[in-house]
């Protein structure tokens, strides 16, 4: 679909203001198909909700947003469909109920695929229902009627930290995927022949490169040439079992005075979030901080593809913004890109020490990680 923005018109627009309008964030006595003001409040406060990048335009995400918003569980049957899987509030609330209920269900992503199938099919199992892995009425009802076997706890995101636990500390045999933003045709923020997409894959090679030499597998998801988009980026992840996924951008804004570094994490607006996701963006954060100056940006829950359709834990950081002079001369400088790779290598071994063996951070050198990770093989062997 077209981005919509304030100024627009047309039966597009009719059908988001009655969207926002149900959802209780427009107040529109007199149905409109004006993109005024009122609705680009609603919209950005809609974003703010969701995850989504608050711009106060519809695009694809956010329209699809909007309309998976529309449906609770019990509106339609939900089952899985290969070729177009079915998406929408209901099948979050759906992944959510099976989690609580014990049944592993994969990460509550709104998506309804095969993983959530299988509880579904397990749950109905057990219960004495049809199993034919549709959540029709009488499976809806046996939801609602039955309690949790787990309150106050995220299942899945607790098998995500047992997970990490059980890695071991050692790097060597990790499988990381290594996400250069944009790509091919689409170059990113361009200023001055300084392209997003060319620093990206530079840094990911300078990061592949320092992750090889730990004994760490990393695989790109892209050449110079490619641009796959962000669901094909997220599904090779998922078909090479990736152990972690960590996706490279630098940002732009309309200011140039806007500066600084940013990570973000999967989380939803109603507390779902990746508890180690979040602590691997809060370790890159700190790393690439102490190890730069940067400012400090910030981490941040968001429901963008990338972090939410992938099954290990993915982290995106938006390192530095090219309008800005001071920030893309940095960028810019190969030097400074390998400081920056070698912090989020830092911040990687962090997660996976469990607070064993640390050092400050911004202290932690290449240098440091290699001989820790020979001992450690060592004390293994032994």
């Given amino acids: 679909?077209?981005?919509?923005?304030?100024?627009?018109?047309?039966?597009?627009?009719?059908?988001?203001?009655?969207?926002?309008?149900?959802?209780?964030?427009?107040?529109?006595?007199?149905?409109?198909?004006?993109?005024?003001?009122?609705?680009?409040?609603?919209?950005?406060?809609?974003?703010?909700?969701?995850?989504?990048?608050?711009?106060?335009?519809?695009?694809?995400?956010?329209?699809?947003?909007?309309?998976?918003?529309?449906?609770?569980?019990?509106?339609?049957?939900?089952?899985?469909?290969?070729?177009?899987?079915?998406?929408?509030?209901?099948?979050?609330?759906?992944?959510?109920?099976?989690?609580?209920?014990?049944?592993?269900?994969?990460?509550?992503?709104?998506?309804f695929g095969q993983q959530t199938e299988q509880a579904l099919r397990s749950f109905q199992?057990?219960?004495?229902?049809?199993?034919d892995g549709m959540c029709g009425p009488d499976t809806v009802r046996a939801l609602r009627q039955l309690q949790p076997k787990v309150r106050g706890g995220r299942p899945v995101f607790l098998r995500e930290q047992e997970?990490?636990?059980?890695?071991?500390?050692?790097?060597?045999?990790?499988?990381?995927?290594?996400?250069?933003?944009?790509?091919?045709?689409?170059?990113?923020?361009?200023?001055?022949?300084?392209?997003?997409a060319d620093v990206m894959l530079d840094l990911a090679r300078l990061l592949e490169g320092k992750m090889a030499a730990t004994g760490m597998e990393a695989l790109l998801t892209r050449g110079p040439h490619n641009n796959p988009d962000e669901s094909e980026r997220a599904r090779f992840a998922n078909e090479a079992g990736a152990d972690l996924?960590?996706?490279?951008?630098?940002?732009?804004?309309?200011?140039?005075?806007?500066?600084?570094?940013?990570s973000f994490h999967y989380g939803t607006g109603n507390g779902t979030s990746s508890t180690v996701g979040e602590a691997l963006a809060g370790f890159i954060q700190r790393e690439l901080v102490a190890r730069t100056g940067m400012l400090d940006c910030g981490t941040h829950p968001k429901t963008w593809d990338m972090l939410r359709m992938t099954k290990c834990t993915a982290v995106r950081v938006e390192v530095g913004y090219l309008t800005n002079d001071q920030d893309r001369a940095r960028l810019a400088t190969p030097a400074f890109r390998d400081v920056v790779a070698e912090g989020i290598l830092v911040a990687v071994k962090r997660?996976?020490?469990?607070?064993?063996?640390?050092?400050?951070?911004?202290?932690?050198?290449?240098?440091?990680?290699?001989?820790?990770?020979?001992?450690?093989?060592?004390?293994?062997?032994?």
Avoid: C, W
């Avoid at 732009?252 to 500066?259: D, F, I, Q």
């Fill in 125 to 131: 199992r057990d219960y004495g229902l049809i199993v």
């Fill in 351 to 382: 997660l996976y020490l469990l607070g064993k063996d640390d050092q400050p951070t911004g202290t932690f050198t290449l240098d440091d990680l290699m001989r820790h990770e020979l001992a450690t093989g060592q004390r293994s062997a032994g």
């Fill in 245 to 262: 996924i960590l996706s490279l951008h630098s940002d732009g804004n309309s200011s140039p005075l806007a500066n600084g570094v940013a």
């Fill in 163 to 196: 997970r990490v636990r059980k890695a071991g500390p050692r790097l060597s045999g990790k499988r990381i995927i290594i996400d250069p933003g944009h790509g091919g045709a689409d170059r990113g923020v361009v200023v001055n022949g300084v392209s997003e």
């Fill in 1 to 111: 679909m077209l981005l919509l923005r304030r100024g627009d018109f047309g039966p597009d627009v009719a059908e988001v203001r009655a969207t926002l309008t149900r959802l209780g964030l427009l107040s529109d006595p007199q149905p409109s198909q004006v993109f005024d003001l009122p609705v680009e409040h609603a919209v950005r406060a809609f974003q703010q909700q969701r995850g989504l990048i608050t711009d106060g335009i519809v695009g694809p995400a956010t329209y699809r947003a909007l309309r998976d918003a529309t449906y609770r569980l019990g509106d339609r049957p939900l089952a899985y469909l290969m070729s177009q899987p079915v998406t929408g509030d209901d099948v979050f609330a759906l992944q959510e109920r099976l989690l609580e209920l014990g049944y592993d269900a994969g990460r509550p992503n709104g998506e």
